[in-house]
């Protein structure tokens, strides 16, 4: 049976342009080309409740107005340390601005 947990509080999701913006000198995301070259099958890292894992790309949802904001649907693809409301294969929401590094 296939669970979908949809996080539209995207509060738990850390913001990397944000960290990105706030520290500069030590923190590096993933520039708007880069985001803007996802696709399906894509691996992006994000952060959730202080725990960076891997997800894989299932679906891209365009924002019209802002592309950080664009709404990812993704798949948990590793196995998490810490209590999370997901596990692997989990399939996840999130937006552009939480991912922290693409692959």
Same mark, same amino acid.
């Given at each position: 049976m296939l669970v979908i947990l949809i996080l539209r509080s995207f509060m738990a999701f850390i913001d990397a342009q944000q960290m990105k913006l =706030?520290?500069? /000198?030590? &923190?590096g995301a993933p520039t708007k080309q880069d985001l803007n070259k996802l696709k399906k099958g894509s691996l992006v890292k994000v952060c959730h409740n202080n725990e960076r894992f891997w997800t894989k #790309? $299932? +679906? %891209? =949802?365009? *924002? +019209?107005? %802002?592309? &950080?904001? /664009? *709404?990812?649907?993704? %798949?948990? /693809? *590793?196995? @998490? #340390?810490?209590? $999370?409301?997901? +596990? @692997?294969? /989990?399939t996840i929401q999130f937006e552009k601005r939480h991912i922290f590094c693409t692959m």
């Open positions: =706030e520290h500069s /000198d030590t &923190f #790309i $299932q +679906k %891209i =949802e365009k *924002n +019209k107005t %802002i592309s &950080f904001n /664009d *709404n990812i649907t993704a %798949i948990v /693809d *590793n196995d @998490l #340390i810490c209590e $999370q409301p997901f +596990k @692997l294969g /989990d």
